[in-house]
C-alpha cells in the first residue's frame, strides 16, 4: 500500500516520463519531483491581444510593455512611420532632460538617466529658491 490512491499511480514519471521502479508512485527522483514542484509555481503568460492606437491593428503583446505592433512583422507603412515620429520624440526629449537648467541660478541642473530632470542644480539653490517663494 503506497501513500497515494490506486486511481492516481502511474507507471510513468509525471516529470520526465521514465518508467518508474521499485516504490516510486509518482516521480523517478527527487529532482524530477522538484523540477515538477518549480514548473507548476512558474506564472503562465496568457495570450493577450492588443489594439495598435497608431494604426488600430490588433496584435499579440508578447510582452507586458509592449504598446505598438511589430515594427517589422504586422506593422503597416504609416504605423512605422507613426512609430518613428515616436523614437525622435523620445530623443528629443531626453535631449532636454540632459539640458535642464537650474530653475535659480540657470546652471546645468544635471539628470542622473532615470525619470524627470532636476528642477535645482543644488541644495543651496533650492533652499534660496523656497526662502525667495516664502519671502514673496
Given amino acids: 500500500m ?3 490512491d490506486n486511481d492516481n499511480r502511474t507507471d510513468e514519471c509525471q516529470h ?7 516504490r516510486q508512485e509518482r516521480y523517478c527522483s527527487a529532482a524530477c519531483r522538484q523540477a515538477r514542484y518549480r514548473d507548476s509555481k512558474k506564472p503562465r503568460t496568457p495570450r493577450v491581444w492588443m489594439t495598435c492606437p ?3 491593428e490588433p496584435f499579440e503583446a508578447t510582452h507586458p510593455l509592449k504598446k505598438f505592433c511589430d515594427y517589422e512583422g504586422e506593422a503597416e507603412r ?3 512611420d ?8 523620445k530623443w528629443i526629449a531626453e535631449a532636454e532632460r540632459k539640458e535642464a ?10 539628470w542622473s538617466g532615470r525619470g524627470r530632470p532636476r528642477r535645482f542644480c543644488s541644495n543651496r539653490c ?9 519671502a514673496a
Fill in 101 to 110: 537648467v537650474c530653475a535659480h541660478c540657470g546652471e546645468p541642473a544635471g
Fill in 16 to 22: 520526465c516520463g521514465e518508467p518508474l521502479t521499485g
Fill in 78 to 80: 504609416h504605423c512605422q
Fill in 2 to 4: 503506497g501513500y497515494y
Fill in 54 to 56: 497608431l494604426c488600430g
Fill in 82 to 89: 507613426a512609430q518613428d515620429d515616436l523614437e525622435d520624440a
Fill in 126 to 134: 533650492k533652499t534660496a529658491e523656497h526662502r525667495k517663494r516664502k
